[in-house]
């Protein structure tokens, strides 16, 4: 039994750089057609230069994987009109984070209102906005559904502006795309399968510790039903995030799953379960290139149903799983 | 500036076996006078013999610290009258763990019904029953919560057995106490001081995930508010429990936060910065030894306040708070 996916994407990576850029973005080429690579470098991306020389990175690691579309993004600062007029054609969107909400966002924005002026623009220049939807500060279960108000003052505030709200994992997020035709959201696979009980509810699972944090059972819910039937404004993004495995197991564990490699293969599996295959295509593509209007060399993948066990690390990385068999396998074309 | 407590009490300790009870008992009985201590040993403690040599393990280590009043427990199991009548005297309570629920509870209660002729004896024989109450398989930030019921039925059906609840780790279980005369309940230190922000909020910190695991700042609120007033049926129960630094840093990471050695040096600051150090005698000792009708020797230990720097390891032991730097010290007699 096989299963092709054409042109699969995943609209939100992180590849890091260097080594750890060499180790992951292959991974991520052997299956997935491109890829939104988020900006949180030290220093974050914010020109045009930086984005260029990132691409060609990637492009360079990826290369025995062609074709592989990196498709970029900046990090969200006050831009002016021409900045984001010299910007425009080398991005897919730009990343706001607030500040302090996930690795490498110590530089994020503080104020909503210090970013009026440039959200405006990019409503005007068609630039997505793709955030980090979660109240600093705020109690770790309640920071994504503290942050929809926001969400829906700017939905309201730039109803042009295509805003992403990237990784969400409560069921007010998926209520919220509904409201509004301008906010749209990817999901992970994680948020697809776990739970705070995975992470915290037997021993704690460093490997499955990520942020945003794993909800209540009504939000996997929620979101699992969203992606099974495809919603049209749904999109799936890893939010692939390596660490080494030092750092995820050390005291004070880093924030980030690490699942780009078995992604795919994990997502048939899980619609093929739920007799939801068919809405695989949208979930992981479709969906994407309409929303976001990417035009993309077209590309396919295919899987078949033969057991596959997830590797213990991929280099110093433990990925999402490790160990587990899976019941979908790549053909390696 | 110094402060003086008498005959100090730890309601609920883990002393573990061997070379961790050599190790951690002389931690505990350097400050505290006497300590409730757990019977999930493997096996777990449930005859007269088992519970006498254990407690002649626990005196053996703790003689440079006499005196030190080991207040001994069994695992809850059926049991008839008669081996009530033989245990009764050498026991301060028995506890009951849901089947599950913590480490070495695989071995506890599946079904309340079969514990309904030993609680009335135990009703009878006036011998306290110690519950850690979640309700096993739900999801870990409601598993107190919907183990309330269960505690009122208890509360209902044997009106005159003290039943206390373990480790209380939320606002429900602090209101319960109010609602039913033979309701008790022990606090830890930790569940005084963190919430689940604290555990997985920023990085993941294992040495600070227990079970039950911290709950929401609500929840920490009523806790600290019922301990700073020493409600008359809350005692301070610290539930440390000594892991092995390795077990609680490598993937997969046992539940388990080891305070004993600093509990009362760690109150003693959190009760001053409070203005409540006239409620700690209560808390930790003069309500256990009414409501538990303990007699112990009197035995006094003071503080001064003079910083002190939380050792980093306790031998192969990682504390509370290692590190830190608390006002208050042992003054030692």
Chains 1, 2 share one sequence.
């Not at 579309?69 to 010299?86: A, G, I, S």
């Not at 002026?117 to 997505?128: A, C, D, F, N, S």
């Not at 795309?177 to 990817?186: C, G, I, P, V």
Request: hydrophobic content about 40%; some cysteine.
């Amino acid at each position: 039994m096989t299963f092709t996916l054409n042109t699969p994407l995943d609209m939100h990576l992180h590849l890091r750089q260097g080594d750890m850029l060499k180790l992951v973005a292959p991974l991520s080429a052997q299956t997935f057609s491109g890829a939104v690579v988020m900006p949180n470098l030290v220093p974050p991306l914010s020109t045009r230069e930086q984005v260029l020389a990132y691409k060609n990175e990637i492009l360079e690691a990826t290369q025995a994987h062609e074709p592989f579309t990196p498709l970029m993004t900046v990090f969200f600062k006050p831009y002016n009109r021409e900045e984001l007029m010299v910007l425009k054609d080398s991005i897919t969107g730009i990343k706001l984070y607030p500040q302090g909400a996930t690795t490498n966002s110590e530089g994020g924005l503080k104020d909503l209102q210090d970013a009026e002026q440039t959200l405006k623009y990019m409503e005007e220049l068609k630039i997505p906005l793709m955030v980090h939807g979660e109240e600093a500060g705020a109690f770790v279960m309640d920071r994504e559904k503290l942050f929809m108000p926001i969400f829906e003052s700017l939905a309201q505030k730039y109803p042009k502006l295509m805003i992403i709200m990237e990784h969400i994992t409560t069921a007010s997020a998926v209520e919220l795309l509904d409201k509004y035709d301008n906010l749209y959201a990817t999901v992970t696979l994680q948020h697809l399968l776990i739970t705070l009980d995975d992470v915290a509810g037997g021993l704690l699972s460093p490997h499955l510790f990520c942020k945003p944090i794993a909800k209540r059972p009504e939000d996997r819910e929620a979101l699992l039903g969203a992606a099974l039937r495809a919603h049209p404004k749904l999109s799936f993004g890893s939010d692939s995030a390596p660490h080494p495995k030092h750092a995820k197991e050390c005291c004070g564990c880093a924030a980030g799953v690490f699942s780009a490699p078995i992604a795919l293969q994990r997502l048939v599996q899980l619609f093929d379960e739920h007799d939801a295959l068919h809405h695989l295509q949208a979930f992981v593509s479709d969906n994407a290139i309409k929303n976001y209007k990417l035009d993309l060399p077209s590309h396919s993948v295919s899987f078949e149903k033969v057991p596959f066990s997830i590797p213990a690390q991929y280099g110093e990385v433990v990925p999402f799983e490790a160990g587990k068999e899976l019941s979908w396998t790549v053909i390696e074309s």
